[in-house]
């Protein structure tokens, strides 16, 4: 992985580049979205249209991507399952994290990507005053987010979610930022 960059995606090709990404991931790699629902080999929801799209490029090949949702919580998934009033926190300090999808093998061998993307998303959270993140988070990843020290804020009982299990949790970025330095630069 000696090309691999990370961008914000302002341009809708990158955007269609991170659905064509989701779309290898969630429907013909894990099975959690059903490929009949998606056209042209996009995997693309509700929450595309507001949220900020994010993609790791080795080269010119997408390895890893995910986005923020943003706009009123209340809408968002993980809103259903946790009470996002007791967080005390107001719509405007809140994103979702949603649609993390990384190839197999970067997940599996590289780190950098995950780490990488989380980062971007991390500083974009920081310059915008975003100071909590909603996820439905895949056991896997959660215990991943646990080792990196991400300070949960709010979580909820074990759910199904796009066929996993999953859990619903709210993490402090502000306290974040720390363990993100250290894990971008030992990873």
């Not at 290898?24 to 509700?46: F, H, I, N």
């Not at 995910?66 to 926190?89: F, V």
């Amino acid at each position: 992985m000696s090309d691999l960059r990370f961008l914000i995606c302002e341009k809708p090709e990158h955007v269609r580049m991170a659905q064509a990404l989701r779309y290898a991931v969630y429907c013909q790699e894990k099975g959690w979205v059903d490929p009949e629902r998606c056209e042209s080999g996009l995997e693309v929801d509700e929450h595309d249209e507001l949220a900020l799209h994010f993609l790791a490029v080795e080269g010119a090949h997408p390895v890893g991507t995910s986005r923020l949702l943003l706009g009123d919580c209340q809408h968002l998934p993980a809103a259903d399952y946790l009470d996002l009033e007791a967080l005390g926190l107001e719509d405007k300090h809140l994103v979702e994290v949603s649609r993390l999808a990384t190839r197999r093998t970067e997940r599996s061998s590289d780190l950098r990507v995950f780490l990488g993307l989380t980062r971007l998303m991390w500083e974009w959270s920081m310059d915008h005053s975003k100071v909590a993140w909603l996820a439905i988070a895949d056991i896997p990843l959660f215990r991943l987010l646990e080792r990196l020290g991400m300070p949960v804020i709010a979580s909820a009982p074990q759910v199904e979610y796009l066929g996993s299990t999953c859990v619903p949790v709210a993490f402090d970025m502000v306290r974040t930022g720390a363990s993100l330095r250290v894990s971008y630069v030992s990873g």
